[in-house]
């Protein structure tokens, strides 16, 4: 971010700090020296802590900052409480408790946005309903009725909430760069995070995006599936409008005030298990956020998932490397788990400590060796393999982590319904499929040929590459280049304190030699004493410069 853009920003980075520094994370401050980002930034980190917050753990008051904080940072939240590999379980589990509701927006308000984006609204309803169904940090959804007499809910992005969260964003961003910079023991990269963050927040701006996953999750369907997708209504979506069927039935967060009978609840868990798996072991396109608020049960017996703006998409690779992983537990073998474990992390083996990894890889496995295929709990697994990289200081890609997020929260929906279903005994054909797939003969010739394909390519680049290589030889034209981590910061200090030894004896000449023209112009000598007073004004001019440069350059270098 720019200094203009931060200048800009000053107020909202002002309250950011006072309500952080005010739940008890001043510490942090001080070690990132974000103070300095800031006038009057010092002053602010001397607040004290809320009197009332000192008995809630430091977890606890995280979360309740964050819901302070407003929306964008609640969504940060929600996304960080799925990075089981950067955050410890104690935030996790406190993070998922962050509350999305907000005051509903004024009708008046929402009205104008409508009008706005779509035009004439008599002419696309019959009816709205001005109180909203729900509200949330993001959107809020209405009841409405199309001119043909359908029902349908209307989802609106609240008025001026991209703005709100892309100065956010901006703030966010300029903070992850200073903190890289200052704090260097941190579980996760924070400028990537901050990017990955910033992605899934357009993506939450844009409800086509929305509409877009909804109608390819319809269209993956299979014939006699128990799994259902709402209608995206076409001609009143926008940006900022998202038109969906209205969905009639039993929503599973509250499945207890309803009279589901148990039959019916083990029913739909596992219609809700077998899309999720076909989704993730299948189609590679997965809804990434299957909890018990986005479920349906619908009077024909099917389950309906909603808010489909949280997909993710794993390739056949990676689907692979997870059936690896979940076989090698099952059959105690070290060797296909740790493969599983580098493949799935995206892990070079050479960046991590091979014996370390074994041992505890060996301890990850002790958990389940008595356990049979069936008995292994999924969540408890994968959670064991996000431990383990978080120990090893190792960062899951993205994918990955929705993919476990998937996973997990069906199986955790499972639990709530169904206590007897056994998501890894459910999952053991999938498994074994996908297993069996990597030795089929149409496996092993796909193999074979893109292989082939790729020697093919080799051996045509080869002459060339070889022949350019024995002329840069022959011409002692060969050059090694070496990347040391460090070495560019090294660099440019060693290069930033000769050009101050420079300056200072330039400066220290010029101080002299002022002062010889002063000393010899005695009482006639008018025009060297101007001249040697004009060399004082132009020496201490250019210290004070020096000066002011390293006093800018020092928070930069300061661990």
Known sequence: MSMLQFIRHAGRYREILSILVGFGFREFFEKAKLDLLLEKGSRLLHATQRSDLEHFSRPVRLRMA??????????????????PDMLPPEYIEELQKLQDDVPRVPWKTIEAQLKHDLGDLSKLFEHIEETPMAAASMAQVHRAILKDGQPIVLKVLRPGIDKTVNMDMEILAAVAEWVTKHVHDLPM?????????????????????????????RANLEEGEEAYFPKVYWEITRKRVLGLE?????ILSHWRESDLSEKKRGELVRAGAYTVLRQVLEKGFFHADPHPGNLFAMPDGRLCFIDCGMAGRVDRETVTDLANLIHGIAENDIDHVYEAFLALGRVNDCDIDDRALRRDLQEFLDQFASKSFEDIDMAAMLSAFTDGLRKHQLQCPGDIVLMIKALTTIEGVAEDLDPAFDLIGFAKPHVEKLIKKQYSPGEIKRRLKNNALSWVKLAELLPNRLRTILDRVMHDN??????????????????????????????????????????????????????????????????????????????????
């Open 66 to 83: 964050i819901e302070e904080l407003g929306p964008t940072f609640i969504k940060l939240g929600q996304v960080l409480s799925t990075r």
């Open 246 to 250: 209205e969905i009639k039935g039993v």
């Open 189 to 217: 990269d924070p400028v990537a995070v901050v990017e990955n963050f910033s992605e899934a927040m357009r993506y939450e701006l844009d409800l086509e995006h929305e509409g877009r996953n909804t109608d390819m999750f």
């Open 478 to 559: 060969v050059r090694m280049t070496i990347d040391v981590d460090g070495l560019g910061t090294m660099e440019n200090t060693i290069h930033h304190a000769s050009r101050q030894i420079s300056y200072s004896m330039l400066i220290a000449a010029m101080i002299m030699a002022s002062a010889v023209l002063v000393l010899a112009a005695g009482e006639e000598g008018h025009t060297l004493k101007v001249v040697g007073f004009v060399g004082f004004v132009i020496s201490f001019s250019l210290a004070g410069l020096v000066l002011l440069e390293n006093f800018m350059r020092r928070p930069k270098n300061r661990d």
